[in-house]
């Protein structure tokens, strides 16, 4: 399978020369195989694969972690919403009470949005999910829970051999020290990330920050890093970048990380537009 | 294989506890507990690990205020396990080297997103008499 990162900035899109580099657009990642392709969350990256040549016709899984702003506000400008000849079907977490199709529609209305919900001329097929497992064409699919504000899920996302693991929002550290976790069990998103060929997870803030953000529902890099470490992933990728990290920021800590964790995780930071085949 | 979210969350509270927590499944098997509780056991989680139900469960003897044994049934947590609503009661617990002590128990079942019963917690709420 084929994955495009069209957004990997957290919390709100930055527009600015200093972010350009690793990119700006919040939470959305492509996933092709076989003619078949999933959209992982509709942040405003979303709006490079409306310009992109892989947008296609027929159908279209979105694949939603959580209904945060930043993993929908690209929602109502993708295209295939509008497109009556589109099948459009929205995967997103169970809430406690209101249905997805409600929680969504507080984003698809007035003053938020200028388009009901129930004027969006495509095929629209919502799914409510929480630990589940479904199979997309040639996907196999597992959503659970994982530990961040509000209803919030992972994906591990299976293609022939290959794994790739999906979450950009965790906090899996919150309440615990996994360093000193004896049974892996007790780890949150264990199911999902255990042994994947490519995890691609929140890194949002450094140690540092990290301490005077605690329950913010984001992990440390240095965390995430360890995370990748315990799940014994064969590749590492830092997400949902802090608005205010810059290029030169970023660049700076990696190389950081890098001299401080050597060779334990084969490891990198996320950037915009790059394409990875497992 | 791992626990499901909410029982990783009541874990991670209790380790935040001062009050003895104890977190079960939906069986009774003791999945975690504290370090307050672990004083109450007379067990470190360290060492013991997961106990099943007929093990934790025969460590104590429960008796009311006068020395009458406590019917398991009756027992906030089994009947917490059993109609998975909360429960309270304040009795009288023996360890196996014979100290007693008053104690109170709340009891709670853990419904998790989905509305499905993924088990329970005891907090143990320690008296001053002790005897």
Redesign the interface.
């Known amino acids: 399978m084929n994955i495009t990162l069209w957004g990997v900035r957290g919390s709100i899109p930055t527009t600015s020369p200093d972010t350009a580099a690793y990119g700006g657009n919040t939470s959305c990642v492509e996933v092709d195989a076989d003619d078949w392709m999933l959209v992982l969350d509709a942040g405003t990256g979303i709006q490079g694969l409306n310009r992109s040549k892989n947008l296609r016709k027929g159908r279209i899984d979105i694949l939603l972690t959580h209904l945060h702003i930043d993993h929908i506000q690209g929602l109502g400008f993708f295209q295939p919403l509008f497109d009556p000849e589109a099948e459009v079907h929205i995967w997103g977490p169970a809430g406690n009470s209101q249905s997805l199709r409600a929680r969504l529609g507080r984003y698809f209305s007035p003053p938020l949005f200028p388009v009901y919900f129930r004027n969006l001329t495509c095929n629209l097929i919502l799914h409510e999910i929480e630990k589940s497992e479904f199979t997309i064409g040639p996907f196999s699919v597992s959503s659970d829970y994982v530990i961040h504000p509000g209803p919030t899920v992972g994906f591990r996302i299976q293609n022939q051999d290959s794994v790739f693991t999906y979450i950009p929002d965790h906090e899996f550290v919150l309440g615990s020290n996994p360093l000193k976790l004896k049974d892996l069990r007790w780890l949150s998103g264990r199911t999902l990330a255990d042994g994947a060929d490519l995890l691609l997870h929140d890194a949002q803030y450094t140690t540092d920050e990290y301490q005077k953000k605690q329950g913010w529902g984001h992990s440390s890099m240095d965390d995430t890093i360890h995370y990748g470490k315990l799940n014994q992933v064969k590749k590492l990728l830092l997400t949902h970048h802090d608005p205010m990290h810059s290029d030169e920021q970023l660049n700076l800590l990696k190389t950081q990380l890098r001299e401080k964790y050597n060779s334990a995780v084969d490891f990198d930071i996320a950037v915009e537009g790059s394409r990875i085949e497992l | ?6 029982l ?2 009541s ?3 209790a ?2 506890l001062a009050t003895p927590v104890f977190l079960t499944d939906t069986t009774g098997n003791l999945l975690f507990y504290n370090e307050p509780a672990e004083d109450i056991l007379g067990k470190r989680f360290e060492d013991t ?1 997961e106990m099943s139900v007929e093990e934790w469960g025969t460590i104590f003897k429960n008796k009311d205020d006068d020395g009458n044994s406590i019917p398991s049934e009756d027992l906030p947590l089994v009947k917490t396990l059993m109609t998975q609503l909360p429960y309270h009661l304040t009795f009288w617990i023996e360890s196996l080297q014979g100290t007693a002590e008053r104690i109170s128990v709340t009891s709670f079942p853990i419904i998790g ?2 509305k499905t019963f993924l088990g329970a917690i005891a907090i143990f709420w320690r008296s001053d008499s002790t005897a």
């Open positions: 294989m791992a626990y499901p979210i909410e990783i969350l874990r991670h509270l380790e935040s690990g997103r989905a």
